[in-house]
């Protein structure tokens, strides 16, 4: 029958997440220079010049990043050089208007053998951006690690740099593995790990397996120099090459007791996850892990836009005490009290609490203390099962 037909289609919309917790930032260090941008997709690259030819590593992780979280908003820059003080962080975060709430690094230029330096640059980077209210977590991948010293790696949980992470994954037959031969460097799977970060609510754990397979599709072979390839992240490896298959559950976690982030298999459960989500600090710590991090300091830029506009206001005391007046705190601590009880209605929180101390020289010293505690949620990170036989119910 002579007729229009119409196939419907999408696509063309390009939804946009909602919020900013999955605002993130993604530098390179040891590919050519590619300017300070921001991308809403993939296709983004594009428009300034950037391919799969041109900026392999780049390209590969920007184009992970969206595979993870479609809909995100991604910052990127790359250089050459990496002048060891990772300015460059600043820099994008600045360029960001302090927006970015989670950064990744690949570094093809510093080797394992240099990662305690390393992490001090960097904590140093991390604290000033805390101090100035802009704070973000950092997923760090670096090249140079070997079979050889793979299970000798040192100990994150003595760094002491807890919004700094240590991914050593590595995809092991897809279009990470290519591009790696192609460079003929590791390129490690730092996009698929910031994806998962920015995918996952501040109080959730990349490694949650109902929510994080890291498995969805193959690329296609235009991106894998015309041949067919496994699925991205079906077959996880370490970041020397060597495949997670090839090591004994004992090895396996051995690596991961030392706060190394990796992907695993889970038996009898299709996919592959991130073992854990650990950041360099003690393991005692509070913020022993990325999700207790991006919690708090959700809380804290909350807090921050909030009491931020009663700085150089006045404040009064009662005229026979000099101490604050009921009134003050109450209304102090209704303003600080909003962003935390939205967050505790969307579940990131289990609750708070805000206490102002009336008794505080504030005509003297013109300052404030405020103290917040803040109970966190809980992450699930085993469950034990006592299972027998009985000869009766």
Do not use: C
């Amino acid at each position: 029958m002579n007729t229009v037909q119409f196939n419907r289609q999408g696509g063309g919309l390009a939804k946009r997440l909602a919020g900013e917790d999955h605002i993130s930032g993604l530098i390179v260090y040891g590919e050519a220079n590619i300017a300070k941008t921001l991308l809403n997709e993939v296709e983004g690259l594009a428009g300034i010049g950037v391919t799969a030819l041109t900026n392999p590593v780049m390209h590969y992780h920007v184009s992970e990043y969206f595979r993870i979280n479609p809909g995100s908003k991604l910052y990127i820059v790359s250089s050459l050089l990496n002048d060891g003080e990772y300015v460059a962080v600043k820099q994008l975060q600045q360029f960001a208007e302090a927006k970015i709430r989670q950064i990744g690094v690949v570094d093809l230029i510093t080797v394992f053998a240099d990662l305690a330096e390393t992490s001090g640059a960097i904590k140093d980077v991390l604290d000033e951006l805390a101090i100035l209210n802009m704070p973000l977590e950092l997923l760090y991948s670096m090249h140079g690690i070997t079979s050889a010293n793979l299970l000798a790696l040192p100990d994150l949980h003595t760094f002491s740099n807890d919004r700094f992470s240590v991914v050593i994954g590595q995809d092991g037959a897809g279009r990470g593995n290519y591009v790696s031969e192609l460079v003929t460097k590791k390129v490690g799977i730092i996009g698929a790990a910031l994806g998962a970060v920015s995918k996952a609510k501040v109080h959730e754990s990349i490694a949650w397996v109902e929510r994080q397979n890291l498995v969805t599709t193959a690329y296609p072979k235009a991106l894998t120099g015309g041949n067919v390839l496994a699925r991205e992240l079906d077959v996880p490896a370490f970041i020397d090459g060597t495949l997670i298959s090839d090591f004994t559950p004992g090895q396996i976690q051995s690596i991961s007791s030392k706060g190394y982030i990796f992907m695993i298999k889970h038996i009898g459960y299709t996919g592959t996850f991130f073992n854990d989500s650990f950041t360099a600090t003690d393991l005692d710590s509070d913020f022993a892990t990325i999700e207790t991090n991006r919690a708090m300091d959700k809380a804290q830029r909350g807090v921050y836009i909030k009491l931020l506009p009663k700085v150089s206001g006045p404040i009064y005391v009662d005229p026979v005490t000099g101490n604050l007046t009921q009134d003050v705190i109450a209304s102090l601590e209704a303003i600080a009290s909003i962003p935390l009880e939205q967050m505790e209605r969307d579940g990131e929180i289990s609750g708070f609490k805000i206490n102002i101390n009336p008794d505080q020289e504030v005509l003297t010293t013109s300052k404030l203390e405020v103290t917040i505690k803040i109970v966190p949620v809980g992450v699930l990170r085993e469950i034990v099962v006592n299972l027998g036989f009985t000869l009766q119910l």
